[in-house]
């Protein structure tokens, strides 16, 4: 069998040509003030908002606040106790929008660093174990409040929270301590 030169010459032509250039998902974030946050990001962290970090504590029977409030009336909570949940999740809150602010604040200082071209090994370290550390504070807050939710709740009204929940009985289970 005999190949045309004109198709040997196309073929050989689409081989040496270069790939079409991949575009990064990362693309829209390159004007960003801190490229390593989306803009719903940053406004969860000022916001307080939970952004899963109680899944440990939610997903295994530890109740949240803003959700046992939502549910107080089909937990049949008294005036008390959602005075009590309530005083949880405003703590709660505060606390993670503080934090949350802090943590925006980390993150934006570490993309400066890196734009403006002068970040050593040093800084770099401390940038990112200080953004982590209070990544960490803002989930242990987060959970705090799920222990301390769980307290004030009877392991009937944990396990009609899971129900309603739509997790069954399964995540009613966690240890009252």
Known sequence: MRVQPSLLVITLAAVAAP???QESPYVARATSPIKALTPEQIADYLAGAGMGFALAAELNGYPGPRHVLA???SLGLDADRRAAVQAIFDAMTSEARQLGAVLVAAEAGLDSAFAGGQITDAALEE??????TFRGHLRLAHL???LAVADLLTPAERRAYARLRGYGDSTATGHHH
């Not at 940038?127 to 982590?132: C, D, I, N």
């Open 71 to 73: 549910l107080a009336d």
């Open 19 to 21: 790939a079409p250039a």
């Open 127 to 132: 940038r990112v174990l200080r953004a982590g």
């Open 144 to 146: 705090r409040a799920h």
